[in-house]
């Protein structure tokens, strides 16, 4: 959402351009669109909808309400404060911790990988 912000002000030479486009795409025109696609309800917080949640660790540092948590989650919220990930209902992140796969051993495979994957760039 940061960068369609950005490209829309930077390709309108308007910094203020941009903001109230961003969220109705995200939380609007997203939804619309893949509800074409998808056979439950996304973008709420519903029973039988699609319900993928995520719970982060943000201390504003100013105040945050209903008229300006848009701005928080734009500007203030980054993917490094991300504490737990829920999907379908199961917890797939915990405490920063992945659950369902086993981290190490994906990290190994990758490094070996890349060592056959690098002469080749």
Known sequence: MKVAKILQSHHLCDPTAGFMETKKMQFENNPKILGKYFK????ILAKGAYADIITVDYEPPTPMNEDNWFGHLVFG???RMVN???????FVMKNKQI????VEKIMA???ERAKQIWPLM
């Open 77 to 79: 919220v980054t993917g």
């Open 99 to 102: 659950l369902p796969v086993d």
């Open 109 to 111: 495979k990758s490094r």
């Open 84 to 90: 737990d990930t829920i999907i379908n209902g199961k």
């Open 40 to 43: 439950k309800a996304l973008g």
